[in-house]
């Protein structure tokens, strides 16, 4: 049997509707949308695999079998899943406290079974449990899809579209900023339980819950290096799946898909 401090679990949120995915959405979870011909999930559970991650626990609501059939198909994995039925329209504070009892780990991650990552999560799991802080909130680089206007000097510099950014500038104020949340969180498991009931019943988990532990000044933010992509809706599906012109959110999903099958 393996000792707590070799267990590293990952809780994924995979148990939503996924509505703005359209017509595909009404006929799969989110998380089993294909880009590359693999699920989003399969990157997922093998990514996590590569940085050491030996369990998952997945809270399943909507269309919980498919996604039971995609692990049988898939029982390659070979670390061990705990698929726990959370109920079809649970919110994620109510998912949560059905299966955090079954978290084997010291501190554990959550994040959102809609994103395609290649992060060194061991390097920043590590960095976590040095910290003894209860939270690491990762924030990643993200595109900003719109047009910008380039401000230099009180000059305009330039024009550009799909900006890379890891922060925004906040309307009325010069020392804030706001740094993109990619969904996925370090969280001391002991804490987690602590607050049960402030989470529990929440209409918002990451607002309430995120915000008491903030209060609690025992929180990090770390920026993690490397690709990330949040699959939202059908135009995020398609720039990762449909090869264009200089599309390099392609090429690097082909990176991680290659990297997965070397192992």
């Known amino acids: 049997m393996k000792k707590k401090n070799d267990i590293r679990t990952a809780v994924i949120l995979c148990g939503g509707k996924g509505s703005r995915l359209g017509e595909l959405g009404k006929k799969i979870p989110k998380t089993l949308a294909k880009v590359q011909q693999k699920e ?33 198909r898939n029982n390659n994995f070979f670390i061990d899943i705990d698929c726990i039925d959370t109920g079809l329209d649970s919110n994620i504070g109510k998912r949560i406290s059905l299966v955090e009892k079954k978290i084997k780990s010291k501190n554990f991650l959550l994040l959102n079974g809609d994103a395609i990552f290649d992060i060194n999560f061991d390097k ?73 009931k402030n989470y529990v019943k929440s209409k918002n988990f990451e607002i309430d819950f995120f915000g008491r532990l903030i209060k609690s000044k025992k929180t990090k933010l770390i ?40 192992k």
Do not use: C
């Open 124 to 196: 920043i799991y590590k960095r976590h449990e040095n910290s003894k802080t209860d939270i690491s909130f990762l924030s990643t680089e993200i595109v900003y899809q719109y047009g910008t206007i380039g401000v230099l000097n009180n000059k305009i510099e330039d024009f550009k579209r799909d900006l890379v950014y890891d922060s925004l500038r906040i309307r009325g104020s010069v020392n804030y900023k706001a740094y993109n949340y990619s969904g996925m969180s370090i969280i001391n498991t002991a804490i987690l339980r602590t607050y049960k």
């Open 223 to 262: 920026k993690a290096k490397g690709f990330w992509h949040s699959i939202d809706n059908m135009k995020d599906l398609y720039v990762v799946d449909k090869k264009t012109k200089n599309n390099q959110k392609f090429n690097e999903v082909k990176f991680i898909k290659n990297l997965i099958n070397k």
């Open 40 to 72: 989003i999930l399969w990157y997922i559970i093998n990514i996590l695999k590569y940085n050491r991650f030996n369990h998952i626990i997945l809270p399943l609501g909507y269309k919980k079998n498919l996604i039971k059939k995609f692990l049988k």
